[in-house]
Nanobody, 121 residues
Framework: QVQLVESGGGLVQAGGSLRLSCAAS????????LGWFRQAPGKEREFVAA????????KYADSVKGRFTISRDNAKNTVYLQMDSLKPEDTAVYYC??????????????WGQGTQVTVSS
């Protein structure tokens, strides 16, 4: 069983930055592929970024490519999402997710409770 707790959300002006963190319990954290998703009001949840368990390969949605960076610190059981050049359309609840695999996948077994990110224009 893995528990995920997100933090770092908040209110920021357009063009600003935020860094989300997701702390995980359960071992071994290093064997889990981790993802970030978001859900805006009235919209479906969408993929944002993911990082694999072994070599730490990263993958991004086109809408955030070049602005967001996903990283992980296996010693701290934490995955991060650095968000730069934020836009109002990035406003959403952000969730982290985990699955025990070495590959990118669309199926995740564990989810956090979410953290709100609001970008004002």
């Amino acid at each position: 069983q893995v528990q995920l707790v997100e933090s770092g959300g908040g209110l920021v002006q357009a063009g600003g930055s935020l860094r989300l963190s997701c702390a995980a319990s359960g071992r071994p954290f290093s064997l889990y592929t981790l993802g970030w998703f978001r859900q805006a009001p009235g919209k479906e949840r969408e993929f944002v970024a993911a990082i694999t368990s072994n070599v730490g390969s990263a993958k991004y949605a086109d809408s955030v490519k070049g602005r967001f960076t996903i990283s992980r610190d296996n010693a701290k059981n934490t995955v991060y999402l650095q968000m730069d050049s934020l836009k109002p359309e990035d406003t959403a609840v952000y969730y982290c997710a985990a699955v025990r695999t070495s590959k990118f996948t669309t199926l995740y077994d564990y989810w956090g409770q979410g953290t709100q990110v609001t970008v004002s224009s």
